[in-house]
């Protein structure tokens, strides 16, 4: 490695991007061109970054295996920092494979972080949790330490450990001040203001309050039985009712655990679970085709009741009853908590996050940029959607845990 070369490496594991261009800028070598694809990267222009390293990686050749590795992890931080979520898992697997059989531990290291990341992003935690028991972080550098602490507390922000989450952001801003990178401390104070920022609203005998997350992790150890209208689901204790893939049953859920003890008229659980404006006598039997499977899947937590009218809910074991919803209820609450993490997101990579179909997601963008919330910039495969107003609610209940669900 000549003079220059390590120069400009210097410079970027210094944080100085334009310091290494300065060095490398009119070299075309393959070393000089990874180099520069890196430090395009930091300076934010993906694409010419992406181009670079690419080309870094054809010079090097086929002997030099470990250097295009390296070029491939590269590129997977810049898909990742892009939130470019197709781009090709098993092409990072690979480098990783490559690099820990050349004994580059270091690099390895930081290539499983960056598949457990993307695996945090899609909603994998519990494929994430094993990835992060197996990873030896002690090889890192400072700031890829400082990344591997930001994954540890978005698992567990997205787990509801508050504490653990706490935990990893203190470490995260000691070994962040080893760095000199402003974009790895506004990511650690993003993160933070989540533990203070209101998470849910909890709706109890007709009264709504505003919880934080560890009051949301300490209502989810009670005894109380809960719809959870955050991440669509009806929970006690350890025990989960997922619902998120059945809006119908949710939606009658809803309305007899906000009634309870109450019942609900057949008239108004078919308006609201089936749109109809008319029961007629095929609602009426849709319906108790679908409050037979509610009842089925509440086998244990609750009995769903006919009444002279209707159904009524009652939780088993005289336990409370509450409803936990976001603090701002929108249709459309899904993608802009994913738009929430500042980063710029293209509509695929949406799509892959929250498991919707990239139409859909496309749909529910154009329904938000009309109200002003999000916006775009760039065309074709090229467009980006970012937040255009700072969210003042902790997003973490409303991201995707299909894991931990499903």
Not at 144 to 169: C, M
Not at 339 to 360: I, K, M, P, Y
Not at 366 to 393: D, I, N, P
């Amino acid at each position: 490695m000549d003079s220059l070369i390590s120069a400009a490496a210097q410079a970027l594991a210094a944080g100085d991007p334009l310091g290494a261009l300065n060095r490398v800028a009119l070299r075309d070598d393959p070393p000089a061109l990874a180099l520069r694809g890196i430090a395009m990267a930091r300076l934010g222009d993906v694409i010419r970054a992406k181009v670079l390293l690419r080309q870094a990686a054809r010079g090097f050749g086929p002997k030099a295996a470990m250097a295009r590795a390296r070029c491939a992890v590269a590129e997977a931080e810049i898909a990742l920092a892009a939130r470019d979520l197709s781009w090709p898992t098993k092409t990072l697997a690979e480098a990783r494979t490559t690099l820990e059989q050349h004994g580059d531990r270091t690099n390895a290291a930081y290539a499983r972080s960056l598949e457990i990341r993307r695996m945090v992003l899609v909603g994998q935690l519990d494929e994430a949790e094993r990835g992060l028991a197996d990873l030896d972080p002690s090889p890192l550098h400072p700031a890829a330490r400082t990344i591997y602490e930001l994954i540890v507390a978005g698992l567990a922000l997205r787990r509801l450990q508050t504490k653990a989450a706490r935990s990893a952001l203190e470490r995260a801003s000691r070994t962040a001040h080893r760095t000199r990178s402003p974009e790895l401390h506004a990511e650690i104070e993003r993160a933070a203001t989540t533990l203070s920022a209101p998470a849910a609203r909890l709706t109890r005998d007709g009264e709504d309050h505003l919880l934080q997350l560890d009051e949301v992790e300490a209502l989810f150890r009670s005894d109380m039985l809960i719809l959870d209208a955050c991440r669509l689901s009806i929970r006690q204790g350890s025990q989960i009712v997922p619902l998120a893939r059945r809006p119908v049953l949710f939606a009658l859920a809803r309305r007899l655990v906000e009634k309870s003890p109450d019942g609900v008229p057949r008239t108004e659980l078919i308006a609201h679970a089936f749109r109809g404006k008319d029961a007629d006598e095929s609602h009426r039997a849709r319906l108790r085709v679908e409050i037979g499977r509610l009842r089925h899947l509440l086998r244990g937590l609750a009995e769903v009741n006919a009444t002279k009218d209707g159904f009524a809910l009652r939780p088993g074991g005289n336990r409370d009853v509450v409803v936990l919803a976001p603090p701002v209820e929108d249709e459309n609450a899904s993608v802009l908590a994913c738009l929430a993490d500042g980063e710029a997101w293209s509509s695929s990579g949406l799509a892959v996050a929250l498991g919707e179909s990239q139409r859909t997601v496309q749909r529910a963008l154009e329904s938000l940029a009309s109200s002003g919330k999000v916006q775009s910039f760039g065309r074709g495969r090229a467009q980006r959607w970012t937040c255009t107003v700072v969210t003042e609610f902790a997003t973490a209940l409303l991201l995707p845990a299909w894991s931990s669900l499903d």
